[in-house]
């Protein structure tokens, strides 16, 4: 449904329109702010975040999701972000590859970016994307971030539903899951459950969230060959997603969207610039000269 935005139209029936209103946001340019003041939104489209480590396979079961999203005359919007890669558009190029299938159909709109900022988290402005293709009338929003340091903790600020992605490596390996994925995840998938040792870190896996006394289920596709993506589906069109969930999202999002213009001023080239001036000091201190500021 074409939402009223301002005067700027961004209407997900017409892919020129969320384009542009994408850039503008991504670029900050003349108008953007304003543009996010006035964002309606008529729907409450679910925001899926698809997390895991490079090469875990989530551009591939996102491709599979796809079609089933699709099947069922959903319009959705991917929004693929690659941290791993500021300069590099190798894996911006894999996603497009591995989502090609998709790029011309009517009711999917992708988006690859390499988030700028933040070392490996998700920055302010994928929340303003995000929100931009919520305002636009998709059905499914899906969001997916490499999980490098903190950017899959953030991904849960984000996403309505989070799956981590997680790729068999050997039962022992078990344990090295940082604990906090288990607070973000609301499903784990074990993608390559074609290799060998699938069986046995999923049954691990499960086990680890059941002695935590946590209520995640654990799914195994191999997204190469579209098997167990049904589950996934099936998973997303009964979740619910709860309002008390939604205030924690809401403050998460407000903080970040905070820090980016206090901090939208500060310019590290300058900063550098002072230090080098500074730092010909003997007596120079780096807290002195920060509190200066
Ligand atoms: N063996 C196997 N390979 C897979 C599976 N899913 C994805 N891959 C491959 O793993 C590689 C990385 O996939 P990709 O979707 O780009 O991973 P991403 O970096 O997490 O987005 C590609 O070569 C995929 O074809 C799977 O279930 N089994
Ligand atoms: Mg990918």
Request: aromatic share 6%; no cysteine; hydrophobic share 45%.
């Amino acid at each position: 449904m074409p939402a009223k935005q301002s005067n700027i139209k961004i209407d997900a029936a017409d892919f020129k329109s969320v384009a542009r209103a994408l850039t503008m946001v991504e670029n900050d340019l003349k108008g953007s702010a304003e543009l996010l003041k006035n964002l309606h939104f008529a729907k409450n489209a679910p925001v899926i975040g698809i997390t895991g480590p490079p090469g875990a396979g989530k551009s591939t079961l996102v491709n599979d999701l796809l079609t089933r999203l699709t099947d069922k005359g959903n319009k959705v919007a991917v929004l693929a972000i690659d941290p791993t890669s500021p300069f590099n558009f190798g894996s911006l190029l894999g996603d497009r590859i591995r989502m090609a299938q998709h790029f011309n159909h009517p009711y999917v709109f992708i988006r690859s970016l390499a988030t700028r900022g933040s070392l490996g988290g998700l920055s302010a402005k994928t929340i303003e994307m995000t929100d931009v293709l919520r305002a636009a009338g998709f059905d499914y929003i899906v969001v997916e971030t490499v999980g490098v340091g903190q950017s899959e903790i953030e991904i849960a600020g984000l996403a309505d539903i989070t799956f981590v992605v997680l790729v068999p490596e050997g039962g022992d390996e078990i344990q090295s899951i940082k604990s906090g994925l288990m607070e973000i995840a609301d499903a784990f998938i074990v993608n390559k459950a074609d290799r060998e040792g699938a069986d046995i870190f999923a049954n691990n896996l499960k086990k680890m969230v059941q002695q935590k006394g946590a209520e995640i289920p654990v799914f195994k596709t191999i997204a190469s060959g579209n098997r167990g993506i049904d589950e996934i589906a099936a998973f997303i069109a009964s979740a619910k997603i709860s309002n008390t969930h939604k205030g924690l999202l809401l403050a998460e999002k407000a903080w970040k969207l905070i820090g980016q213009r206090r901090m939208a001023d500060v310019s590290k080239t300058d900063l550098q610039n002072r230090i080098n001036e500074a730092i010909a000091d003997p007596d120079f201190n780096l807290y002195a000269f920060v509190e200066k500021l």
